[in-house]
Nanobody, 123 residues
Framework: QLQLVESGGGLVQAGGSLRLSCAASVHTFSSYYMGWFRQAPGKEREFVAAISWSGGSTNYADSVKGRFTISRDNAKKMLYLQMNSLKPEDTAVYSC????????????????WGQGTQVTVSS
């Protein structure tokens, strides 16, 4: 069964950068469409970005477009989220997720989830 483990979260000042990583436990990582979601305190989980099996197609929430970049390395079984120009409103727990289908931006389309990593952006 696929297991996902995120890392790279932390505390950063507004305008700074962080790179999140998500390590997958299976050799069939390339058969999963991958996404990043985030959840701030008191708010619902929201879509951040997604990437297709080969990495050839990506999709971003409007709130992060132009600032965040999703990528993957199938040989290393790794998913990444490069976050630049961070804002206080980006503060949330960020989770990676996997699915075998072509998903919409809904969390319900994803079957496997990591435990999340906290990102805090100070003003």
């Amino acid at each position: 069964q696929l297991q996902l483990v995120e890392s790279g979260g932390g505390l950063v000042q507004a305008g700074g950068s962080l790179r999140l990583s998500c390590a997958a436990s299976v050799h069939t990582f390339s058969s999963y469409y991958m996404g990043w979601f985030r959840q701030a305190p008191g708010k619902e989980r929201e879509f951040v970005a997604a990437i297709s099996w080969s990495g050839g197609s990506t999709n971003y929430a409007d709130s992060v477009k132009g600032r965040f970049t999703i990528s993957r390395d199938n040989a290393k079984k790794m998913l990444y989220l490069q976050m630049n120009s961070l804002k206080p409103e980006d503060t949330a727990v960020y989770s990676c997720a996997a699915t075998t289908i072509v998903p919409t931006n809904r969390a319900a389309d994803y079957d496997y989830w990591g435990q999340g990593t906290q990102v805090t952006v100070s003003s």
